[in-house]
């Protein structure tokens, strides 16, 4: 399985210019052939990402703080991207496309097994698990709440509610099925069924 572009850069880092991107693309692929090849997170140290990708352990550090970080940025290059922008024509249609994604990342996660693997593990490391979660999830979670707050001042949703609730109760469904029932199918279309379901109870009634 090809993570990323292969090729490694030499470890040269020029002061002034942007870092390079071949030689961040080196220490990703290094550590997604060390994940390949079943060695488990606990034992991934950034000497032997550094050994494995080719570069000194100096050029790792410059660009992340610590193995915590650069697994977070191994698994968001793995994963499908989040959308870059929302369409912003209604809080219907934002929540429709922030469901897609997390279906998205739930078929990923089933048809990948180092993802399956790598997520499994990193529950169990509590730095690793607070370091995704701070910089993955709740971003996320944040984008989802705004949409519901642009939805109550715009009159799309009852301005009575409580957002944090309610954007757990739309996302609830899709990660039931995306996390804890992989038999469950997740349909092209389920996102936008879970969002038209919830909204027809939670719109204002005219």
Known sequence: MSFVG??????????????????????LEGTMKLLEDGVPLAEISIERIARTAGVGKATIYRRWSGKEELFVDVLRTA????????????????????????RQRGLANRSSAILH???????????IWAAYHNSVILPR???GVEVLRRGQQNGELRADLDVELVNDIIVGPM???AVLRPEADLPEDLAERIVDTLLAGLRPVN
């Open 141 to 143: 979670r944040r984008a």
């Open 175 to 177: 990660l039931v099925r």
């Open 79 to 102: 994963e499908p991207q989040d959308p870059e922008q929302l369409p912003g024509t209604s809080m219907r249609d934002d929540l429709i496309v922030l469901l897609e994604s997390l």
């Open 6 to 27: 292969s090729g490694t850069a030499p470890d040269q880092p020029v002061r002034g210019r942007p870092r390079s991107e071949a030689v961040e693309r080196a220490i």
């Open 117 to 127: 693997n790598v997520h499994a593990q990193m529950k169990s490391s509590p730095k």
